[in-house]
């Protein structure tokens, strides 16, 4: 299926949850925060968030600093 990560379109495999395409893309799930179809996706539901072919994703890293 096709996803829109960030912009840029992915391709991943069908029926592919939201932490199993952090996981592909290496993202560690610890350190971001997601947005899917302009809804922030709760973190407790990642692995049970089934994306769909279209679906866009915003993929938003914490960065420390001061």
């Known amino acids: 299926m096709r996803l829109i ?4 379109s992915r391709e991943a495999p069908d029926s592919t949850t939201l932490a199993e395409v952090l996981a592909l893309l290496g993202i560690d799930p610890r350190r971001v925060a997601v947005e899917r179809n302009r809804e922030i996706a709760p973190k407790s539901q990642w ?3 089934a994306l769909q072919d279209g679906d866009q994703l915003e993929i938003v890293q914490f960065v420390g600093g001061g």
Do not use: D, K, L, R
Not at 5 to 8: A, I, M
């Open 5 to 8: 990560v960030n912009g840029e």
């Open 47 to 49: 692995s049970e968030i």
